[in-house]
Structures are given as structure tokens and as C-alpha cells.
């Protein structure tokens, strides 16, 4: 694969974002890791939320082999992509008081830890998600891109950004309007690389907190491939024993 061709150029671009947030934002991830083992420790639950393209990090890491089994999916109903009309997750992600209801309605409680997912931040369901939820006495760590706080206006009547209401932020440090490349007769830049960076600063937050519970001496419940020969059984045990935390099973 050229350095020359697009395809080249976006690993390239995607690879340097990746050593950028490994080198810059390593304190925020191992904090992170430390809120999510305290969490643990305590008997809190471990949640995470976003919206649109921002979802699918916040997927990764739940019900997920070689993932800690803690990890839990905060679902709005409408603000993903397989929404039909895509448009209308764009939309509901502007609603002023979703996020509010969204929580009344969620097993979320005092001591509890949550993981907002917003790339630009601005948005009043991320916002109000972040601030409702600390509100409540739960901790917030916001993944998002600081950048877009001085690139751009708020739209959300707290007239900051996801940044300014979290307890913990790490930066992915993607630019705005997230696209890595441009090309003479493409009339936008292409290639976002969000999703990438994102998703790796997921698992490697939950990794943090994961070597930081053995440190303690406490064992992670961890899930295992149901691909691999006892699997099923050694999940089905681990959800049997922490049920009262995990709530993407019946």
C-alpha cells in the first residue's frame, strides 16, 4: 500500500492520531482507569453513552470478549445510525430535556460511572446527558474533541461544551469536521478517523481500570470468546455472579 494513495495516507493519519492521544492524553486515560476500578471496587455500575456515529465506541466495549463484563450500554432510542431516517438521530440529539428523561428511566444510580461519548461536544443531548448525570452523583468522563470548543459554537443552553461538565475528559484530539484527507475533484474533505481513534481509547481506558483491579488484588470479571472451548460456560458464570451489575441480559 503507497504512502502516495488515500488508503495509505489514512492509516498514516489514523496511526499519528493514535501515538498523539498514547502521548499526550496518557494521564487522563490511566485517571479514567482509575475511576472505572474505583467504580468497581465500590459496587458502582459502569455505563457508557453516545449518539450517532459516537455509539459505536461506546458499543465496543460492552458484552464484549476479552472486555470487562461490568461495561453497559445507555441506549436512547432514535440516536444511532440505523435509524430510518439517519437524520432523525442528527435531529434528537438537539432535543433539550431527551437525556433528563433518559435517565429517569435508567437503572443509573449515585456512584455509578459514565462514559459520554460526543465528538464535537455541542450538541444538547451529550451536554445534558454529562450534567444531569453528575447531578444525580454520577461520575462523568467525557470523550471528545477539545478542539471543537474553539472551532465551533455551542448548541445547547448551557452554552458550553461536553468538556466544561465532565469529572475526567480525554481529548482524541480529532480536528473539526472530522476528515483526514482531501483530494483534487473531491469537493469535502474524506476519510474520519473518529471511530478509530475513539474505539482505541475506549478499550484502552477499560484496560487501564482492568490492570489497575488486579493491582488491588481484586479480580476482574472478565468475558471470554464464546468462540473458544468453554467460553459460554465461563460467561454464563461471570454474569451469574455480578448479574445485579450487567443489564444487557435478561
Known amino acids: 500500500m503507497s504512502e502516495s494513495e488515500p488508503a495509505g495516507q489514512f492509516f498514516d493519519a489514523a496511526i499519528g492520531l493514535l501515538r498523539q492521544v498514547r502521548d499526550e492524553e496518557g494521564e487522563h486515560i490511566a485517571a479514567a482507569g482509575t475511576l472505572i476500578a474505583d467504580t468497581v471496587a465500590a ?128 481529548d482524541n484530539k480529532i480536528a473539526v469536521g472530522d476528515a483526514e484527507l482531501t483530494a483534487a475533484g473531491v469537493g469535502a474533505p474524506f476519510a474520519p478517523a473518529s471511530t478509530v481513534v475513539t474505539s482505541a481509547i475506549m478499550q484502552s481506558m477499560v484496560a487501564a481500570g482492568i490492570g489497575e483491579l488486579a493491582e488491588r488484588g481484586i479480580e476482574p470479571p472478565m468475558l471470554r470468546s464464546g468462540n473458544v472451548d468453554g467460553g459460554h460456560e465461563w460467561n454464563r458464570k461471570v454474569m451469574a455472579e455480578h448479574g445485579d451489575r450487567i443489564f444487557y441480559r435478561w
Open 43 to 170: 459496587g458502582g455500575r459502569l455505563f457508557t453513552f453516545g449518539a450517532g456515529h459516537s455509539a459505536l465506541p461506546a458499543q465496543d466495549v460492552v458484552y464484549r470478549a476479552g472486555g470487562l463484563a461490568l461495561m453497559n450500554l445507555l441506549p436512547v432510542p432514535g440516536a444511532v445510525v440505523d435509524v430510518v431516517p439517519a437524520t432523525l438521530g442528527s435531529a434528537l440529539e438537539r432535543v433539550d430535556g431527551l437525556a433528563t428523561t433518559v435517565l429517569d428511566s435508567s437503572p443509573l444510580r449515585t456512584g455509578d460511572l459514565l462514559i459520554v461519548i460526543s465528538l464535537s461536544g455541542r450538541n444538547a443531548l451529550p451536554v445534558e446527558m454529562a450534567m444531569s448525570a453528575r447531578e444525580r452523583g454520577i461520575r462523568v468522563i467525557g470523550v471528545t474533541s477539545v478542539g471543537y470548543a474553539t472551532g465551533t459554537t455551542p448548541r445547547n443552553p448551557s452554552g458550553g461544551f461536553l468538556k466544561d461538565h465532565c469529572d475526567l475528559v480525554v
